[in-house]
RNA sequence: GGGCGACUAGCUCAGUUGGUUAGAGCGCUCCCCUCACACGGGAGAGGUCAAAGGUUCAAGUCCUUUGUCGCCCACCA
C-alpha cells in the first residue's frame, strides 16, 4: 500500500483546500443541547472595514488554539465570529472615497450617506471574515454578528432605555473634548495626550477706571476672546486690592470681573488665571461656581465663531497668530516663555482637540464600576498577567462619567425625540407616533448617534441572543475566555464587565488574558497605515498560516511586547517541514510494514488512536519506554501551559517532543528494527511509531491545523472520521512517567554524544568506523551499556565497543568523562590537536574548581545544613563528590596529555 | 505630576512558586548532500542575568536606590 504525499511541504497547496473544507462542512458550529462543559469565546469584532493586520493574527491565532485544545477536550466549544460597525473609522473611509469622486457627504443628506456606507460595507466589509476563513480559524460561522445589524441596534436601544430610566444616561451640557476635523465629542479615552513644546503668553488685561492693569499667563491665547472673569488666589497679597474690581478684555473691550478662588496655583505664571468658560475645563468648573457666561468663540469646523468678532471665519491656529500680534501691537503682551505641556489628540485622526461646552449624552459610571472593581477584586474575573489588574484598577476607581453621544451619521442613532412643543425628550425602544410629555406629534430624533464602544460592551450577550432567554445565551454566557491587547482594556474590556454585570447579573467572562502587542524591529507598533507593518496574509502566502501561527504562539510569552523577525517564521515553516519528512519516513515505509505482516487497519484500532503503547504491559525496549515517557510528560506540559494561556511554553514543549525526542532520537534508534527480520519487534516498533507520531498530531493540531489535518488524513483512519479537530486531545499519563527509562536513556545519550565529540575533535571522517572503549564503575551502567551496544555501535559509528570498570588511560588516544558518569576512549592520536584538547581541559578544570569552592563554602556553614531542606543538602553533597571526582580526572588526564601522550 | 514594564549569549527572546553546571530560535565555528528531511544531520564556541546596596542558609528570581529605554494615566492656566 502506497500512501500518497508529495516529497515537499508545500503549505500553499494544502491550506486552501482544508481552510474550504472546514467551512463547507460547517464542522465547527456550536451546538447547545450537545454534552461537554461549555467553552465560549466571542471574538473582539475587528472593524467591518479593516484587513487582517498582525495584531488581529496572533489575537485569533490564540483564540483558536484554546477553541482547538478545548474542543479536543471534550469541551462544547462556541468561537462566535464578527464585526463592528467602528463609527468614526468607516466614516471617515466612506467620506474620504466619496471626497475623492467629489461628493460632499454633507451634501448626500444623511440617509443617503448611511445608503452609501452600507453599500460599502457590503462590498469590502466582506474581508476580514474571508481572511478569517482562509487562516483557519474554527469559527461557528452561521453565527456570525455585526454590533450594527438590526437584532443588535434592538439590544442597543433597549439597554439604552433601561439605563435611561434608571437615570445612567442623562442629557447635559458640559465641557467635552471636541474633534474639529471629526466634527464630533469624543471620549477621554478617544482623546490622546501629547507632550509639545509650546509658550506661555503673558498678557496684559487693564482694570476699569484706573492706570493698572493685571497679567495674565496662557498657551492659548486666542481663547481668551470668550474670557468672562479673571481669577486670583484669595490669599494673594499682590492682587488682594484687586479683587471685586474689573479688568477690560482686551481686542473685545468687555468688562470682565476678578475673583478671588483658593483653585489658583500662586506659584504658576503671574498668579492670576483667565477664565474661559467654554474651552477649558477648569474655567468650565470655575464658571458654574461663580456663575459666569459661557462664550463657545470657534464653530463645528475649528475655525472662530461670530462671537469672535473681526477674527470670524479665520482659523483658530491663524486667529492665534492674528491675536498675538495685535496684542504686541498695543504693547499688551508683556512676555513669552517657552512652556511644555500636553495637548489632546483625536485617536482617529490626529488633530489637536479643543475642550468644549457642548450639550451632549453621558453614561454615569461610579454605579456601574462598582460591582466591576468588585468582580476582579474577588477573583471571580481573573486577569491574567496579573499586573493588569492594578492598571484596571487604578481606571475604575477613578472612572468619569462617558460621553457616549457622537456627532456622526453612522452608528446606533440615540433613541431619544425632542418635542417642539413642549421641549421635552421621549425616550423609547420603537420611534414613538408623539412626544409622552405633551402628546404633540411634533417630535424629531436626536442626531446623534452612540459611542462604537457602546455596542461593543454589550458584545458577549448580544451576540448570545439577550434579553432573549436562548440556548446559546443559557450555555454559553458567561463566556470562558477574552483574549485581547491592553491597548483596549478601558475602551472595551471595562465596559463589558460594567455592562454585562449590570444587564445580565452575571459576569462576562471568567479570564481575560492580555497578549502582547506585536512591534517591528524598530520596536514601533506595526501598523499598515504608517508603513511600519507586514500583512500576515502575504507572509502566510510565502510560509504556510501554520508557519505564522506556530511562529506568534512560540513568540507569545505574557508580559511585555513582541517584536515580529523574520527568523522565526523561517524556523517555524521549517519545523514543519520536519513534521512533514517525519510523516514521509511513515508513509515511504508502510509498505515494508505490510510486507512484514501487519496490517494498516490493525494500527487504526482506538487502542492506537488513544496512543496505547503496544506491549504495555511490560514488554517495552527501553527507547519505547523512554518515548512514552517524554509523550506524556510533553502532553502534561502542553495542556498546563495552555490551562495559564502561556502559549510560548506551550509551543515550545510540543517543539522539542517532536523534533528533538521523536526525531532526532527515537526515530533514528529505533531504524534497524522498522526493517529488521526480527517480525514481532518490527510490529512492535510500526506500532509505537505509529501511535506517537498520531498523537504528536493531535498535540500539535491546535498550533497547526492544516498541516495535521492534512496528515491525520493520510494515515489509516475509521470510517466516517471527518477531522482531527474532534479527535481526542493527548492528556498526560501517568502510568507512562518513567524517571527509570529517562534516566537510562539520557545515560546513553550522553555516552553517545561524549563519543561523537571525540570523533569530531580527532577529525575522522564520519563513515570510518572505529573501536572505542567504555568505562564505568558502576554494574548496572556497563550492564545498561551492554544491552544497548548494536545500537551505540550504530549512532557512534564504531567497529567494536569495550566495556570495563577501569579507569581509562589518555596516552595514545583521547577520553571524554561524563561527569563521574562514564568515561569513553578512543585509541587514536593522528588527528588529535593536543593544544586544542589541552586548552579545553584546562578550562573546564578551573570552572570545576570554582564550582567546587562555591558548594564547599555553602556545605561548610552550618547555618545552610540546618535551615535548608534536607534533600538540598543531600543533592549538593553528592554533586560535589561527583565533581571532585571528575576534577582529578581531568587533572590526570591533563598531566598526561603534558608529558606528551 | 503619578503609575507600569523592560534591561539575561552577536541578534530576538524564554526562565511558574528563590534551591544543585541559566535555556531556545537565528547567527557563528568545524565535519557531513548517510537510503524522511541540506527548510537537514552531527559536534562545538558564546552569558560574572544593566549597576550598586540589602533580605536570605541560598537571588536572574524578593526589597531599595541609580542608570538607560519604552508604555499608560493626568483638566496646572
Not at 471620549?187 to 492706570?211: K, V
Not at 515550545?652 to 529488521?676: M, N, R, T
Amino acid at each position: 500500500m502506497t500512501r500518497e504525499i508529495a516529497k515537499a511541504y508545500e503549505p500553499q497547496k494544502i491550506e486552501p483546500r482544508w481552510a474550504d473544507y472546514w467551512v463547507k462542512e460547517e464542522l465547527f458550529r456550536a451546538d447547545p443541547s450537545a454534552p461537554g462543559p461549555a467553552f465560549c469565546i466571542v471574538i473582539p469584532p475587528p472593524n467591518v472595514t479593516g484587513s487582517l493586520h498582525i495584531g488581529h493574527m496572533l489575537d485569533h491565532t490564540e483564540i483558536d488554539i484554546l477553541t482547538r485544545w478545548r474542543r479536543m477536550s471534550g469541551y462544547n466549544t462556541l468561537y462566535l465570529p464578527g464585526t463592528d460597525h467602528a463609527g468614526i473609522s468607516t466614516q471617515r473611509v466612506v467620506v474620504r472615497q466619496l471626497a475623492d469622486q467629489g461628493i460632499d457627504y454633507r451634501k448626500l443628506g444623511r440617509e443617503e450617506f448611511e445608503k452609501r456606507v452600507w453599500k460599502w460595507k457590503e462590498e469590502s466589509g466582506g474581508t476580514i471574515i474571508r481572511q478569517m476563513k482562509q487562516i483557519g480559524e474554527s469559527c461557528d460561522w452561521s453565527r456570525e454578528r455585526f454590533t450594527l445589524s438590526p437584532e443588535l441596534s434592538r439590544v442597543v436601544r433597549d439597554v439604552f432605555v433601561r439605563l435611561y430610566e434608571e437615570g445612567l444616561i442623562y442629557r447635559a451640557h458640559y465641557l467635552v473634548n471636541w474633534c474639529p476635523n471629526c466634527m464630533t465629542a469624543l471620549s477621554d479615552l478617544e482623546t490622546l495626550h501629547e507632550e509639545r513644546q509650546g509658550h506661555l503668553w503673558y498678557i496684559r488685561y487693564p482694570i476699569l477706571g484706573s492706570n493698572e492693569h493685571i497679567v495674565v499667563a496662557t498657551t492659548r491665547p486666542e481663547t481668551m476672546l470668550g474670557d468672562t472673569a479673571i481669577l486670583v488666589h484669595p490669599a494673594d497679597e499682590r492682587y488682594a486690592g484687586l479683587v471685586g474690581k474689573k479688568a477690560i478684555l482686551p481686542l473685545v473691550g468687555r468688562e470682565i470681573p476678578i475673583i478671588a478662588d483658593d483653585v489658583v496655583d500662586r506659584e504658576f505664571g503671574t498668579g492670576a488665571v483667565k477664565v474661559t468658560p467654554a474651552h477649558d475645563p477648569n474655567d468650565f468648573e470655575a464658571g458654574r461656581r461663580h456663575d459666569l457666561p459661557e462664550i463657545d468663540v470657534m464653530t463645528d469646523d475649528g475655525r472662530m465663531g461670530a462671537a469672535a468678532g473681526g477674527y470670524a471665519g479665520m482659523d483658530r491656529f491663524e486667529a492665534r497668530k492674528r491675536v498675538l500680534e495685535d496684542l504686541k501691537k498695543q504693547g499688551l503682551l508683556e512676555n513669552i516663555t517657552n512652556h511644555v505641556h500636553a495637548v489632546g489628540i483625536c485617536e482617529r485622526c490626529k488633530t489637536v482637540v479643543e475642550p468644549r461646552a457642548s450639550t451632549q449624552w453621558f453614561c454615569r459610571m461610579k454605579p456601574l464600576a462598582e460591582p466591576a472593581i468588585a468582580a476582579v477584586e474577588n477573583g471571580e474575573i481573573q486577569i491574567i498577567p496579573a499586573n493588569w489588574r492594578e492598571v484596571y484598577f487604578h481606571w475604575m476607581r477613578n472612572i468619569r462619567d462617558w460621553c457616549i453621544s457622537r456627532q456622526l451619521w453612522w452608528g446606533h442613532r440615540i433613541p431619544a425625540w425632542h418635542c417642539a412643543d413642549c421641549g421635552k425628550i421621549t425616550v423609547a425602544r420603537e420611534a414613538p407616533a408623539k412626544c409622552a410629555h405633551c402628546g404633540s406629534a411634533k417630535i424629531e430624533q436626536d442626531p446623534d448617534v452612540l459611542d462604537t464602544w457602546f455596542s461593543s460592551a454589550l458584545w458577549p450577550f448580544s451576540t448570545l441572543g439577550w434579553p432573549a432567554e436562548t440556548a446559546d445565551f443559557k450555555r454559553y454566557y458567561p463566556t470562558s475566555v477574552l483574549i485581547t491587547a491592553h491597548e483596549i482594556l478601558f475602551f472595551w474590556v471595562a465596559r463589558m464587565i460594567m455592562m454585562g454585570i449590570h444587564f445580565t447579573g452575571k459576569i462576562p467572562f471568567h479570564d481575560v488574558s492580555i497578549h502582547p502587542l506585536v512591534r517591528n524591529a524598530e520596536g514601533q507598533k506595526m501598523s499598515k497605515s504608517k508603513g511600519t507593518g507586514i500583512d500576515p496574509i502575504d507572509v502566510n502566502q510565502r510560509y504556510g498560516t501554520d508557519a505564522m501561527r506556530f511562529t506568534l504562539a512560540a513568540m507569545a510569552a505574557p508580559g511585555g511586547d513582541l517584536i515580529w523577525t523574520e527568523d522565526r517564521i523561517v524556523s517555524a515553516r521549517n519545523f514543519a517541514n520536519k513534521i512533514w519528512n517525519a510523516a514521509r519516513f511513515l508513509f515511504v515505509n508502510f509498505e515494508k510494514v505490510a510486507a512484514g505482516g501487519a496490517s494498516l487497519d490493525e494500527l487504526a484500532t482506538p487502542e492506537m488512536r488513544a496512543g496505547a503503547p503496544y506491549g504495555a504491559n511490560g514488554d517495552l525496549a527501553l527507547a519505547d519506554a523512554w518515548l512514552f515517557s517524554r509523550l506524556s510528560a510533553a502532553s502534561k506540559g502542553v495542556n498546563e501551559a495552555l490551562e495559564e494561556y502561556r502559549f510560548q511554553q506551550a509551543a515550545q514543549s510540543v517543539y522539542h517532543f517532536f523534533w528533538d525526542d521523536f526525531c532526532d532520537w527515537y526515530i533514528e534508534w529505533i531504524k534497524p528494527d522498522l526493517a529488521g527480520p526480527d517480525g514481532t519487534r518490527a510490529k512492535t516498533a510500526w506500532k509505537n511509531l505509529f501511535a506517537v507520531f498520531e498523537t504528536a498530531l493531535r498535540l500539535l493540531h491546535p498550533f497547526m491545523p492544516f498541516l495535521t489535518e492534512e496528515l491525520w488524513h493520510q494515515l489509516p483512519q475509521r470510517a466516517g472520521a471527518r477531522s482531527i479537530a474532534f479527535e481526542r486531545f493527548p492528556a498526560a499519563k501517568a502510568e507512562w512517567g518513567n524517571a527509570e527509562a529517562e534516566e537510562q536513556f539520557a545515560y546513553l545519550q550522553d555516552v553517545v554524544t561524549a563519543l561523537r565529540d571525540m570523533r569530531a575533535g580527532l577529525k575522522l571522517d564520519p563513515k570510518k568506523k572505529v573501536a572505542a572503549q567504555f568505562s564505568s564503575e558502576g554494574k548496572a551502567w556497563r550492564d545498561l551499556v551492554q544491552r544497548n551496544l548494536p545500537t551505540l555501535l550504530r549512532l557512534a559509528v564504531l567497529s567494536e565497543l569495550s566495556i570495563g570498570s577501569e579507569r581509562l588511560p589518555t596516552a595514545g588516544g583521547l577520553v571524554r568523562s561524563v561527569l563521574a558518569k562514564f568515561e569513553v576512549r578512543i585509541a587514536l592520536s593522528e588527528g588529535l590537536d593536543i593544544a586544542a584538547e589541552a586548552r579545553k581541559l584546562r578550562k573546564e578544570i578551573e570552572r570545576l574548581e570554582k564550582d567546587i569552592a562555591a558548594k564547599r563554602q555553602r556545605l561548610d556553614d552550618d547555618t545552610f545544613r540546618t535551615k535548608a531542606p534536607e534533600s538540598i543538602v543531600k543533592g549538593l553533597e553528592a554533586t560535589l563528590a561527583e565533581r571532585v571526582l571528575e576534577r582529578e580526572k581531568l587533572m590526570t588526564r591533563f598531566s598526561q596529555l603534558e608529558q606528551g601522550g
